[in-house]
């Protein structure tokens, strides 16, 4: 049976009430009838008492001589609330009974040596008994005093309150579920206006937001919440045109490029240096456009999460070591030194693959951007684990620090124009530091050079 929320609510609470409440009924018909039995106990102790002043006993003998005197007084009707009062002997023999017994015998039980109180009956009638043992000086039991008292009363108070109890109850949880369910259902109404709200909103009014009720309590927080997740979303939906955009730009530039440089040489003959000339720089548009590719193709991978890092112990002096002789062509044509301050032992416990992308673009970067003749230094400090690399190249003006790592950004200058490049190589070093849990921070000062750090946060 499927149940809405609101009636999920009111039945829950109706469990929890019913629980409660028949808890509740039980302990009051517990009180009720305790109360009830010990006012009729003590009623029988009084009777007891009363009769046992009016007889004697001498030896094995008891001797009833004012009985019938007393009874004349007490007993001779059946009342509307009868007390009845027998006594046996030591051998169980009836030595005497209350007229309104008329032929009964209350119920008697000889092996009884103290007093107890017992319910029973005389035909149709409830009573409560009370069976006292009478004792001689020396202790011996010569009788038993049984004294019987209708609990009639008692009997019909406890039987209504019990139906009372019985049709309150049914009563009652219905009359609760249907209360809860019509609080649960006030309650929830914000909810309802939420979930309406909440309905309008899709990517052509992404920028749209839940009205936050009046109260700071849970609602609120949830608007809030949702409100913040909308926001979110509105980002990552205007991040993504903006790649989107970015990416068809910078993948048709290359390729007007080549067209443009395919037509030029289409338009008449040329000559054989012309066309190795402009076959050249076809290369190179199509080399650029296939490290863009790899590059986005990459990025697109690790940030939908679908990597799966394997953690090693990665020594970095080995490392950048075997990185520097991919670069070390262009090393040599620009005459850039570079030194690696780092100790053998330097190690992160990080997967080696990936660290080696980050590491490849950094010190990429350092050699493409840095001067001729220039430097770079790699330096590990032991105490944080960090490594830095650092160039004496042109550095990066301030307003370009914080796009850096922005995807297809690049410092617009002469320099960045005449090195090959797709302003992916930072996002995407970003991209996996923050994946490996690394923390990488740029320093740059225009005329100095850039540095990079990379370690453990
Ligand atoms: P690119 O493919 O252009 O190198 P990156 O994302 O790696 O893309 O770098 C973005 C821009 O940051 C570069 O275009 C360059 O202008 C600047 N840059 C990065 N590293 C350095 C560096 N070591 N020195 C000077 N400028 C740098």
């Known amino acids: 049976m499927k149940l809405s929320f609101r009636n999920r609510i009111a039945l829950l609470s109706a469990i929890a009430s019913a629980i409660t409440i028949g808890l509740v009924f039980l302990v009051v018909y517990r009180v009720v009838h305790v109360t009830a039995y010990r006012h009729l106990d003590e009623d029988i102790l009084l009777e007891k008492e009363e009769v046992l002043s009016n007889i004697r006993w001498s030896g094995d003998s008891i001797i009833l001589e004012q009985m019938p005197e007393w009874e004349e007084n007490e007993h001779q009707q059946i009342e509307v609330n009868p007390t009845f009062l027998q006594l046996v002997d030591g051998g169980g023999e009836l030595l005497f009974r209350t007229a309104n017994l008329q032929k009964d015998i209350l119920l008697f039980d000889p092996k009884l040596s103290s007093d107890g109180f017992f319910n029973s009956r005389i035909g149709s009638q409830r009573i ?15 009788g038993h005093l049984t004294v019987g008292i209708s609990q009639e009363e008692s009997a019909i ?28 259902s ?28 009046e109260n700071k309590d849970e609602i609120y927080q949830l608007a809030t919440t949702i409100n913040e997740l909308l ?13 989107t955009a970015d990416a068809s730009h910078e993948i ?25 000339e402009k076959i050249r720089r076809v290369i190179g548009e199509v080399d650029r456009l296939s490290a863009m590719l790899d590059q986005l193709l990459q990025l697109a991978r690790f940030e939908n999460g679908s990597v799966s890092v394997f953690p090693s112990q990665v020594f970095v002096y080995p490392l950048l070591r075997s990185l520097s002789e991919k670069w070390q062509t262009l090393m040599q044509q620009k005459n850039i030194s570079l030194n690696l301050n780092i100790p053998p032992e330097a190690n992160w416990t990080t997967d080696v693959a990936l660290l080696e992308i980050v590491l490849d673009n950094l010190l990429g970067n350092a050699i493409k951007y840095g001067h001729s003749g220039g430097q770079i230094d790699c330096i590990w400090r032991e105490e944080n684990a960090t490594l830095t690399l650092r160039d004496n190249g042109p550095g990066i003006p301030e307003e370009h ?40 921070s740029l320093h740059s000062r225009v005329g100095e050079g850039t540095s990079f750090e990379l370690g453990f946060p």
């Open 186 to 213: 006030k309650g929830i109404a914000p909810v309802k206006k939420l979930i309406q709200a909440a309905a309008g909103i899709s990517e052509v009014n992404i920028n749209a937001r839940l009205p936050l009720p």
């Open 401 to 440: 620090l914080s796009h850096v790592f922005d995807r297809f950004y690049r410092v617009d200058d002469a320099r960045s124009a005449a090195v090959p490049g797709t302003g992916l190589g930072l996002p995407l070093a970003k991209k996996l530091a923050d994946l490996l849990g690394l923390r990488l």
């Open 157 to 184: 108070v406890l039987h209504n309150l019990l139906t009372t109890l019985w049709i309150a109850f049914p009563l009652l949880l219905v009359v609760l579920f249907l209360a809860t369910s019509l609080a649960a």
């Open 231 to 243: 926001h979110r979303v509105e980002s990552g939906m205007q991040r993504e045109k903006q790649f």
């Open 252 to 276: 048709r530039t290359p390729l007007t490029a080549i067209r443009g440089t395919l037509e030029v040489l289409l338009r008449k003959q040329r000559e054989p240096a012309q066309y190795e």
């Open 128 to 142: 409560r008994q009370g069976q006292f043992p009478i004792q001689n000086e020396q202790g011996e039991i010569i």
